[in-house]
C-alpha cells in the first residue's frame, strides 16, 4: 500500500485528523491538479486515492504521487466497481486508521478544495454540532457553473423528490462533496451498502438522519468539469428512483404502523 508508513493522528483540522478520499477511474490528468490544490487549501489533510484499475495510468500516477508525498496513499482495485463501492472501501480503510474525518472529493475538479476549510470549520464547530457536513448546491450562497440544463434539471428534480419521500431537511441529498465524523461511517453499516452514482450519496445522508445524527449543509460553488467524461448513466438514475422510492414507502409504512399501535395503546 503505497503511502502507508506515515500516520494521521499529528495532523489535525479543528474537526480533527483529515482524509479525503478520492474514487478515480481514467482521471490522470485532473489528479495531480486537484491533489496540489487539496495540500494548499489544507496541508494537514491525508489523502487516499481509490483506483478502480484506470486504463490510462491514473493509478500509477497515484503511486508516484504517494511515493513522493507522504500524505498521499492509494488503494488499488482490480475493477471498474462504482463510485458507490469505491468510497465503501475508501471509508473502511480510513476507519481502520486513526482519522477523525473521512471526507468524500470527486476528482474531476467540481468540488474545489478551496472550499473544505468550511466544511471542516462546520465539523468542528460545537455550537452547530454536525456530525455530517454536506456541501450544498442548492442552499443559499451555492451554485453551479457550466453545467447543462438537463444535467441541472436531473439533479433538482432528484433531490426534490428525495426530500418529498423521505422527508428529510436536506436541500442537495444528493451532492457528493462531505465531511464525516467516523462515528457516522461506524454506525451507518457501510457492509450493506450497494448503491451507486446519486443514490448512493442520498443512501449515505438517509442512514446518517435515520441513526439520529446531526446533517447540516454550507454552500458551495459547482463546476462541471473540464477534463474528461461524466460516469453518470441512466441505470444510477433508475436505480436512485427506485431505491428511494422502496425507502419513501418503507418510511410511511412505519409511520402508518406507528399510529395503529399508537390508537391501540
Known amino acids: 500500500m503505497a503511502g502507508e508508513a506515515d500516520t494521521p493522528e499529528d495532523r489535525p483540522s479543528s474537526a480533527g485528523a483529515v482524509l479525503v478520499v ?21 496541508p494537514a489533510a491525508h489523502v487516499l486515492v481509490v483506483d478502480d484499475g484506470s486504463p490510462d495510468g491514473t493509478g500509477e500516477l497515484a503511486d508516484d504521487l504517494a511515493a513522493a508525498d507522504e500524505r498521499i496513499h492509494v488503494l488499488h482495485r482490480t475493477a471498474k466497481a462504482g463510485l458507490g463501492a ?6 473502511s480503510w480510513a476507519l481502520e486508521r486513526a482519522y477523525d474525518v473521512v471526507v468524500e472529493m470527486d476528482a474531476d475538479g467540481s468540488h474545489a478544495p478551496e472550499e473544505l476549510p468550511r466544511l471542516l470549520d462546520a465539523l468542528g464547530n460545537d455550537q452547530i ?54 462515528e457516522v461511517l461506524q454506525k451507518i453499516k457501510l457492509h450493506n451498502v450497494a448503491s451507486q452514482g446519486y443514490c448512493f450519496q442520498i443512501d449515505l445522508a438517509w442512514r446518517a438522519i435515520e441513526a439520529g445524527f446531526q446533517v447540516v449543509e454550507v454552500p458551495i460553488t459547482f463546476t462541471d468539469r ?9 441505470s444510477i438514475v433508475r436505480e436512485a428512483l427506485i431505491r428511494v422510492t422502496k425507502w419513501g414507502l418503507r418510511r410511511r409504512g412505519t409511520q402508518l404502523r406507528a399510529l395503529v399501535t399508537g390508537k391501540r395503546a
Open 22 to 42: 478520492i474514487p478515480t477511474y481514467n482521471e490522470r490528468e485532473n489528479l495531480g491538479p486537484i491533489v496540489t490544490r487539496l495540500h494548499a487549501a489544507v
Open 86 to 91: 469505491a468510497y465503501v472501501a475508501g471509508f
Open 129 to 182: 454540532g454536525a456530525d455530517l457536513v454536506i456541501g450544498s448546491r442548492y442552499v443559499a450562497g451555492g451554485s453551479l457553473v457550466n453545467w447543462p440544463w438537463h444535467r441541472e434539471w436531473l439533479s433538482r428534480g432528484a433531490n426534490i423528490y428525495a426530500k418529498l419521500a423521505l422527508g428529510a431537511r436536506v436541500s442537495d441529498m444528493t451532492g457528493g462533496y462531505r465531511a464525516f465524523r467516523r
Open 226 to 234: 473540464e477534463v474528461g467524461t461524466s460516469k453518470m448513466s441512466g
